[in-house]
């Protein structure tokens, strides 16, 4: 029997794991697991228990953590959730909220992720780590496996912006540069893992990062007063983070914590890497690798995210969509809405902002709904 | 009759002033003003509010705000207090604590002031605003300033680390590089506010950004389960952060949110410019200003702090003391604790760890006793 009080269950296959040791992904069909609470008692009476709380572990009895195990963080979460009232009339909106990911340790939203893949990768017993990254993972997992006294080999594209890179040698990561895409760098630190025995850490790889980043739909949801908003519209390249609210938005529902109905989600992508808008488009159930994938939108740039069924499952139960825009146009808006609001927009922010332009001029979105756009990192670390 | 419910009361003469409009400093002295809210009714059943509230705004009951004004806020505050297992034993603590406040909005501790400064000052009706900064007051100020619609004229010394000055342009502020120290950008900014009638955010120039960093103080105890540290390392340059928590402190003893005694402040300087510690081996009441100040901690460069008398009253009342770290020192332990625990600490950071070794074998501080470090900004800011 399992010591757990959670099981794994293949996205895919249904196929069912137990958590014991290092699980990366499902042995019958190699797709990425989800995580199982089915016997977590959560009631009402908790709530106060979550406001007591700091960070993103006051949500802790909703993670894959047992009583008496120490998570590894550096204080991630809580991030703002800002009403943008210059902006909204800007972009068109009565009202508009923007979650700034910015302000998590080490600059952006992969903090969550991977706080909670360390967590139980350390204790699973995990002494050394590798990830491929488009930026902000790399960061995360150098301080992160630092803080844990652990080393991480992280394989990035060369062409990632140097204040990341910077930022990884920081905190002592062992980078490795490759002239290619996150793909290209995924296989190689599949190769790394299996010659070192360091324990992969790529998107839906193992099933925790995605479990971190169900706290941004918890915290929204707490921020809000425990209510959901209409829309999402979130800037995916992996993907982890729509799934993640799209799965703490099904647990709150379930629990009767919020009442109504499951935000629309949805996926920003750059034009000149979209497989998720194309999927969408063609109703399809999974993504086609887009052939040459070129973004300033550097955490934009997965051209085949394993984690593509999932969104578009996510997208389509949500009654969402998908969304591509121009780098040109993504990049204006986040310095315009930057200055207009204070902020230290992201071109991923950029994005997401000029998608809900976009949504709202085709109808998609009502001036008048409540939406959460997202800054998925600070811009400083695009700057060089 | 004022609609506050607080006034203002001369930290030198004891003058007491009006809140309305927007105070500046004692008419009969010209030293700060520091606020009192003897009318303020809070007890013990007010903390459940305050859980429930997000970032500084939590502690609203403590600031200068009525019921029903809104704040100027990009979700400041709730930043980290982090134990550092792996730094302690290599300080030779048993225990250490770092409040990490490179997580705030614009990387560092000054969102929490300008914040608040920034609020009241449009409440009171300022239209534009000026400040001289020796470099993260300044990048808050733009962003705040954006985020209400003003604009913010900026004086820094030439030697600022440029990526603080590209943030500051990021924002929209209207930047001015001086040859010289803060002191010399000061006097130019009170000229600009003659000239213009730009509102002088100053340290202590102004009642407000001093009521923003007791936010400081209150967080720790809360952080810490209403209970206070032992003791305060902090860097201090213009002070503000230490008279803020001193503030704090006082306010949540005499409330009886916490019991025991007022943690011991110490403050910590660089060697190059290290006026309150020659002013604390003098056991003077003030600051002598320091003639050629020179330092890699741009933060504490501050030769002649106008908040100096209020510093030596607060470390001198709380038993505490002040010391000096070479900027050797300094950048030597920031790059250490760094990499040994996944931080980004800037040089004021490194200063703070560097000070609390420095007490640990001077006697002052115990191993066993529990200790709050601070890092006031993130280190990126300093990278080019």
Redesign the interface.
């Known amino acids: 029997m399992t010591r757990y009080d959670w099981y794994l269950e293949c996205s895919a296959c249904g196929t069912r794991g137990d958590p014991e040791g290092l699980p990366t992904v499902c042995p019958s069909c190699g797709q990425p697991w989800l995580v199982r609470y089915p016997d977590r008692p959560l009631s009402l009476t908790d709530r106060?228990e979550i406001?007591?709380g700091?960070?993103m572990w006051r949500f802790r009895r909703f993670l894959p953590l047992m009583d008496g195990e120490e998570p590894v963080?550096?204080?991630e979460g809580?991030?703002?959730?800002?009403r943008l009232d210059?902006a909204a009339p800007t972009l068109g909106y009565d009202a508009l909220w923007l979650k700034?990911e910015g302000?998590?340790?080490?600059?952006s939203f992969k903090a969550r992720g991977l706080a909670m893949a360390v967590t139980r990768a350390v204790l699973g017993g995990a002494e050394s780590f590798v990830v491929p990254t488009a930026g902000n993972a790399g960061v995360a997992l150098?301080?992160?496996?630092?803080?844990a006294?652990r080393s991480a080999r992280i394989y990035a594209p060369a062409t990632t912006p140097r204040?990341i890179l910077?930022?990884i040698r920081?905190?002592?990561g062992d980078l490795e540069l490759l002239d290619g895409h996150i793909g290209d760098c995924g296989r190689r630190a599949l190769e790394f893992a299996q010659e070192t025995g360091a324990f992969p850490m790529a998107t839906l790889r193992e099933p925790y990062r995605i479990e971190g980043k169900k706290t941004l739909g918890l915290e929204i949801a707490r921020?809000m007063w425990w209510k959901l908003p209409d829309a999402v519209v979130y800037p995916a390249g992996g993907g982890t983070g729509l799934i993640g609210m799209w799965l703490a938005f099904q647990e709150l529902l379930e629990l009767g914590w919020v009442q109504g109905r499951m935000p629309r989600l949805y996926a920003v992508q750059s034009a000149g890497c979209a497989p998720v808008v194309e999927a969408v488009a063609r109703n399809a159930d999974h993504c086609e690798p887009w052939p040459e994938p070129r973004t300033v939108a550097s955490g934009l740039r997965v051209p085949a995210p394993l984690g593509g069924p999932l969104m578009l499952r996510g997208i389509r139960d949500s009654g969402g969509g998908a969304v591509a825009v121009s780098d040109e146009e993504l990049s204006r808006r986040a310095i315009e809405i930057?200055?207009?609001?204070?902020?230290?927009l992201s071109p991923e922010g950029g994005a997401s902002l000029a998608a809900a332009a976009r949504l709202l001029e085709a109808g998609a979105i009502k001036p008048s709904e409540h939406v959460v756009v997202f800054n998925t990192g600070a811009?400083?670390l695009y700057?060089d």
């Not at 302000?103 to 600059?107: Q, V």
């Not at 930057?338 to 230290?344: A, C, F, V, Y």
């Open positions: 106060a406001h007591r700091h960070g963080t550096l204080g809580d991030t703002p959730l800002l210059r700034d302000t998590n340790p080490t600059g150098a301080a992160y496996a630092a803080r006294g204040t910077n930022q920081w905190f002592g921020q930057s200055r207009l609001e204070g902020l230290d811009g400083w700057r």
